[in-house]
């Protein structure tokens, strides 16, 4: 470790709360697929600011923008008319099936406004007292109260925070049955990812997922997707649940949305939208100018480029090539998974001085549950990135 790494560290530990087991890396500039730390050394980042930043990082254009769209208007809050958040709006709803739009900030935002607008939706259209939400184990919603609730995951993550609200019941990952003895006429919703991330890159198996369409028809709940990782072409489609033929009645945005900017997004099919009305439901910063003028240039530059498209011819690469690693180490990975470029290597035990071996040869990834590699990098990756990082993962794994 440099002086200045170490002067960078302990000011962190004097100012900030101690709420993140960060990297013994200090970025100071970030630009395409490449990190630089203090001493100018180059980075491959497989990580994306977790999924965040598709475009690549410090990318020309999105800057330009942000400059322009700063010198005329950032903000002047949501009792105002703005075209900028209108032609956001139009261009993300011209992505998918739903129907109508709310801005937010983050992705816990978002994902706490669908909460709250599919309860709203029961209570005030429906007219029924229906208000549980089913999630899955292993499932990441956020970090507000009510989407920690949701969250499928016990341990520090929720760890203090109790009482925890009431609402919230969490059944098995992809089991049908343990869904259809959780259903009731109090379920107002059921809130999915189509691919788990922090769960350990897990795809929802496509005869669950026709389950859940066929019980929505039987009882009448609500199903919200979050996409909050997987949407924005990260899987090889635009939004996730494409792959699956799923209309959700509600999903969210948020991550890549506005590549690196904080901004999310509630999206519901036209019923389910009248379950807000106004003074409802707000937000002061949500959709403001600047961040809507980026996100709608984001939108422009993924489909001009058809990422979705690369990201999925990525993943049928990397899997094949993921599988001969697996066959030549077959007792240390069991192999990859995951959509488009949200990809998971699994290993056959505790992970973390494979990944902190391969930070040390300047490739950053993530580590989840333990065991699972996480990928989520730029959608403008080479392949030759990722074929360094096998290269460098089976050096290691050999080690």
């Not at 261009?91 to 994902?111: I, P, Y």
């Not at 026709?210 to 979050?226: C, N, T």
């Not at 899987?235 to 890549?256: C, E, M, N």
């Amino acid at each position: 470790m440099t002086a200045s790494f170490d002067t960078i560290r302990d000011r962190e530990q004097s100012l900030m709360m101690q709420t993140y087991g960060r990297y013994p890396l200090a970025v100071s500039k970030a630009q395409g697929c490449t990190l630089f730390d203090l001493e100018g050394n180059e980075y491959l980042d497989l990580l994306s600011g977790i999924a965040v930043c598709s475009l690549g990082h410090s990318r020309p254009e999105l800057a330009d923008v942000m400059a322009e769209q700063a010198r005329k208007m950032v903000h002047v809050s949501n009792l105002f008319y703005q075209n900028e958040q209108l032609d956001l709006a139009e261009k993300l709803l011209d992505t998918c099936d739903a129907d109508r739009v709310f801005f937010s900030n983050s992705g816990a935002e978002a994902n706490e406004g669908a909460i709250k607008l599919a309860r709203r939706y029961m209570r005030k259209v429906r007219q029924t007292d229906a208000a549980e939400v089913i999630t899955l184990q292993q499932s990441f919603h956020g970090r507000t109260l009510s989407t920690l609730t949701a969250t499928g995951q016990e341990g520090p993550i929720k760890d203090g925070f109790d009482p925890l609200p009431p609402g919230f019941t969490t059944v098995p990952f992809a089991n049908v049955e343990a869904l259809k003895d959780a259903l009731s006429p109090n379920t107002a919703a059921v809130m999915i990812e189509m691919v788990q991330g922090e769960g350990g890159v897990r795809p929802l198996p496509h005869e669950y997922v026709e389950a859940l369409k066929e019980l929505r028809k039987e009882y009448g709940f609500l199903i919200i997707v979050d996409e909050v990782q997987t949407g924005m072409c990260r899987t090889g489609r635009f939004w996730a649940h494409q792959h699956y033929g799923l209309v959700p009645d509600i999903f969210t945005s948020a991550k890549a949305l506005a590549n690196g900017l904080p901004m999310g997004a509630v999206l519901a099919t036209e019923e389910v939208a009248k379950g807000f009305e106004p003074g409802s439901h707000a937000t002061t910063f949500g959709g403001g100018a600047l961040v809507s003028a980026v996100a709608a240039k984001v939108i422009d530059i993924m489909r001009h480029d058809k990422l979705d498209q690369r990201a999925a011819q990525l993943e049928e690469w990397f899997k094949l090539e993921a599988t001969k690693l697996a066959q030549r180490h077959p007792d240390k990975v069991k192999g990859a998974r995951g959509l488009g470029l949200l990809l998971g290597i699994e290993l056959t035990f505790e992970g973390k001085d494979v990944w902190k071996a391969l930070l040390d040869r300047r490739i950053v990834c993530n580590l989840t549950q333990g065991n699972i590699l996480r990928l989520v990098p730029p959608l403008i990756i080479e392949k030759e990135d990722l074929k360094r990082f096998l290269k460098e993962l089976e050096e290691v794994l050999e080690a």
